[in-house]
């Protein structure tokens, strides 16, 4: 099986601010790799898919990057609405998949 | 737009058996290139992928959870099934349905099962 793992667990950072969320695998997923916003009561929502390459309707403040078993997801100038819980989700072995813990992005 | 709607089973006794069903709508799901996945997210927890099922009824599982999930699908009623036996406090969540394709892309709203005596 295929561990995820996100740091940090909790990232505060300040509007307007550029976030770094990071996320491991255990071995290499090449880049298989997408990455969820989760908002209290509600389904995860794709952000990042490939590792680089922004779902439908993301607004371009959302950048992923990364290969193999480092990634990373920038976002930049955080707006209100950005504030919420991320997961990363490697896809390697398709449709079998596994998640990361995530990190909760809040207000500083 | 595709809608996926989980059944709402409510409170289940510990030892017994979580059933649910997911109702898709606004799409075939005897359309190739996807599976119909199980998730589960335990409260304040993360995201557990359970097992997925192609229209022609190909499963994959979990290996932590495979001795105790069946998931099936009727392409008749448009609906595919999670059975999940001998249930425990540690499976209480919020069990979502799915539609997997490289990503999720369409979620169902997610459904509390809780399991209490």
């Known amino acids: 099986e295929i561990v995820m793992t996100q740091s940090p667990a909790t990232l505060s950072v300040s509007p307007g601010e550029r976030a770094t969320l990071s996320c491991r695998a255990s071995?290499?997923?090449?880049?298989?790799l997408a990455w969820y916003q989760q908002k209290p009561g509600q389904a995860p929502r794709v952000l990042i898919y490939?590792?680089?390459t922004r779902a439908t309707g993301i607004p371009a403040r959302f950048s992923g990057s990364g290969s193999g078993t480092e990634f990373t997801l920038s976002i930049s100038s955080l707006q209100s609405e950005d504030f919420a819980v991320y997961y990363c989700?490697?896809?390697?072995?398709?449709?079998?998949?596994?998640f990361g813990q995530g990190t909760k992005l809040e207000i500083k | 737009q595709l809608q996926l709607q989980e059944s709402d089973p409510g409170l289940v006794k510990p030892s017994e058996t979580l059933s649910l069903t997911c109702t898709v709508s606004?799409?075939?799901?005897?359309?190739?290139?996807?599976?119909w996945g199980w998730i589960r997210q335990p409260p304040g927890k993360g995201l557990e992928w359970i097992g997925a099922?192609?229209?022609?009824?190909?499963?994959y599982y979990n290996a932590s959870l495979q001795r105790r999930v069946t998931i099936s699908v009727d392409t008749s009623k448009n609906q595919f099934s999670l059975k999940f036996s001998s249930v425990t406090a540690a499976d209480t969540a919020v069990y979502f349905c799915?539609?997997?394709?490289?990503?999720?892309?369409?979620w169902g709203q997610g459904t509390l099962v809780a399991v209490s005596s």
């Open positions: 799915a539609r997997q394709g490289w990503d999720i892309l369409y």
């Open positions: 606004g799409g075939s799901i005897s359309g190739s290139g996807y599976y």
């Open positions: 099922i192609s229209y022609s009824g190909t499963t």
């Open positions: 071995q290499s997923v090449k880049d298989n």
């Open positions: 490939g590792a680089s």
């Open positions: 989700q490697q896809y390697d072995d398709w449709p079998r998949c596994s």
